[in-house]
């Protein structure tokens, strides 16, 4: 990322406009990229499962957490 020096505070403030996407809907992608990138999404377990006990579905719960 290259870096920019600037001689007063206004001509900084014209670049970052310049950078900045004007589209509102870009900017939120942007924003929602970086948020991925911070954050990835959980894995999300597909499908439906039938349990016997309470204990025989926490331990599968316990067993897909561990795996992702």
């Known amino acids: 990322m290259p870096v920019y020096k600037y001689r007063s505070f206004e ?12 589209d ?8 929602e990229r970086i948020i991925i990138v911070l954050k990835p ?5 597909r499908g439906i499962f039938k349990f016997r006990t309470l ?3 926490n331990e599968h719960r316990k067993n897909f957490d561990t795996q992702s």
């Open 24 to 31: 509102p809907l870009e900017r939120l992608r942007q924003l």
């Open 41 to 45: 999404p959980r894995k999300i377990q």
């Open 11 to 22: 001509e900084a403030e014209e670049h970052l406009k310049k950078l900045l996407p004007t």
């Open 55 to 57: 204990e025989e579905a």
